[in-house]
């Protein structure tokens, strides 16, 4: 198109410099150089895209003037040949051999100018992909395939592969499991249709604890929930479906993540927070892991994030416990982590007013912590203790509303202590 060089050297150095970091647990990784492409959201790629189709539409217009092409019947009168949309394109031509092959020289054209040949192969599993897999992959969201059915779905596909036809052969010419792997690592990309199955089903098990609001997930939590939280149901009684759903869990765990990430405190529970919080992922152990190499803890940007720290030590934490403590009237000094747990567990023994308050505030008091470290790390939101204190306040009035022993101290309790 005879663009200048220099604008060329422009746009190469903004293609050629772009490096990525992707979150794990929470945190981004170093960043690592991205062969080609754009900065994700970068403005510059649709006038990128603008000028690679201009060159398109020009070499197309050079079809058009060919007498032996024919138009589609019905674009011959707006003398159509190419429409695009975003970054699909669609071509059109009467379906005669001369038409199509003129089509597909113009196209082959193109793609060599821009380095992308399409070849036979490639379009075979192309078709595997867009076509075979879009039918598994309607099926694999509703249910859990059995073993056999997935291990059958993908002998079709390698036959298909390798032979271009659906009869099943005994032959494994390449192992599935290597196609599945990414490019880089010098094969094909195919998603492995049983950890595919496994992602979806963690999907629904996702939207069981968070979409609330849809009809199906409020159907089983009536049904099935009654007063456990979702994640601790053993339920015999469900149907097979909604117990495989409910087995997905396991995939979370194995991942690391606990019910307190997953449900949030919705029954509000210290239990469940206690039972999980072994696991939660702070940084110090991410980094254990090789995940993060920054451990400072997020709330007050100066210790390193250990559980302990994040929960009590921490300077922004103990604040909001001094506030919390001081609103139910417990005249104390604070404790560390184990203390606290100890002068809890003694403390719960009762079930008067005093114990079931404590138990809901300890509770709210440690999700919204958790809360309060991941909104800073994920979202970049920030709250001052005294408006994380009053949210943890109005959730306790909100929850502990329902309790009837706890109605009139919470009436009592009707204000929000001064810093
Ligand atoms: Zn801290």
Not at 166 to 193: F, H, M, Q, Y
Request: aromatic fraction near 12%; glycine fraction near 6%.
């Amino acid at each position: 198109m005879q663009l200048p060089g220099r604008f060329v050297q422009w746009i190469m150095s903004c293609v050629t410099t772009v490096s990525y970091s992707i979150m794990i647990n929470g945190q981004p990784t170093k960043p690592f150089p991205a062969k080609k492409g754009l900065r994700q959201g970068d403005p510059l790629s649709p006038y990128l895209f603008m000028l690679v189709m201009e060159y398109l539409t020009r070499l197309l217009k050079t079809v058009k003037k060919d007498p032996n092409f024919n138009y589609h019947p019905k674009c011959g009168k707006w003398i159509i040949v190419q429409l695009s949309f975003a970054d699909d394109l669609l071509l059109f031509c009467r379906g005669d051999d001369i038409s199509v092959q003129l089509l597909l020289q113009c196209f082959q054209q193109f793609s060599k100018a821009l380095g992308l040949v399409a070849n036979a192969d490639k379009r075979r599993i192309q078709l595997i992909k867009s076509v075979l897999f879009s039918i598994q992959v309607y099926w694999s969201q509703v249910f859990v395939l059995p073993k056999k059915l997935i291990q059958l779905i993908e002998r079709v596909y390698k036959t298909f592969l390798w032979t271009g036809g659906v009869e099943v052969s005994r032959k494994a010419l390449l192992l599935w499991d290597s196609l599945c792997k990414p490019k880089a690592t010098g094969s094909l990309n195919l998603l492995a249709i049983g950890e595919w199955n496994k992602a979806v089903i963690c999907k629904l098990l996702w939207n069981l604890c968070k979409k609330k609001d849809r009809l199906w997930v409020q159907l089983i939590h009536v049904y099935y929930q009654k007063q456990n939280a979702l994640w601790s149901i053993v339920s015999k009684q469900a149907s097979l479906k909604v117990q495989k759903i409910l087995k997905a869990k396991q995939y979370f765990e194995e991942a690391g993540y606990t019910e307190v990430d997953i449900e949030g405190i919705s029954s509000f529970s210290i239990k469940i927070f206690l039972a999980a919080h072994r696991r939660l992922m702070t940084k110090d152990r991410l980094k254990g892991l090789g995940y993060v190499e920054d451990v400072t803890c997020s709330l007050c940007n100066s210790e390193k994030e250990t559980m302990d720290h994040l929960f009590f030590k921490c300077t922004y934490s103990s604040r909001v416990w001094t506030l919390m403590l001081q609103w139910q009237g417990i005249q104390r000094q604070l404790m560390m982590w184990a203390n606290e747990l100890e002068w809890a567990g003694k403390y719960y023994k009762g079930r008067s007013i005093t114990t079931e308050l404590y138990k809901l505030v300890l509770a709210g008091t440690l999700y919204y912590i958790w809360q309060e470290r991941n909104g800073r790390i994920f979202k970049g939101m920030q709250r001052l203790e005294g408006t994380l204190s009053r949210a943890i306040m109005q959730d306790v009035h909100g929850r502990g509303e329902s309790k009837h022993m706890l109605q009139r101290r919470l009436r009592e309790l009707n204000y929000y202590p001064s810093m």
